[in-house]
Nanobody, 118 residues
Framework: VQLQASGGGLVQAGGSPRLSCVVS????????MGWYRQAPGNERELVAR???????NYADSVKGRLTISRDNAKNTVNLQMNSLKPEDTAVYYC?????????????WGKGTLVTVSS
């Protein structure tokens, strides 16, 4: 499974960019998809995760501001970012989980940098 994220860049505080991740596999073959981020000097952390056939969960710091969704027609997982803050500055990574033949697999895309200026 290959994941390719796009949509990062420099935005002003309060901006509303959208990140997109193109997924090479059918959504039906995946268990979950999500977005993580890693700020300079910090560990990678969960931003939002969508468990297919179940629900979504968000980091407390982004609840009400960031929304994960999927577009079945385009095979993409999106992250709509609203009311961005400078502390949202990070490299954002797309992630997918797959259960296949009795094993779990975890996939990462290359990150896309989001820089929020104050």
């Amino acid at each position: 499974v290959q994941l390719q994220a796009s949509g990062g860049g420099l935005v002003q505080a309060g901006g509303s960019p959208r990140l997109s991740c193109v997924v090479s596999a059918s959504f039906h073959s995946l268990n979950a998809m999500g977005w993580y981020r890693q700020a300079p000097g910090n560990e990678r952390e969960l931003v939002a995760r969508m468990t297919l056939g179940a629900g979504t969960n968000y980091a407390d710091s982004v609840k009400g501001r960031l929304t994960i969704s999927r577009d079945n027609a385009k095979n993409t997982v999106n992250l709509q970012m609203n009311s961005l803050k400078p502390e949202d500055t990070a490299v954002y990574y797309c992630n997918a989980d797959q259960y296949y033949d009795g094993h779990y697999f975890n996939y990462w895309g290359k990150g896309t940098l989001v820089t929020v200026s104050s």
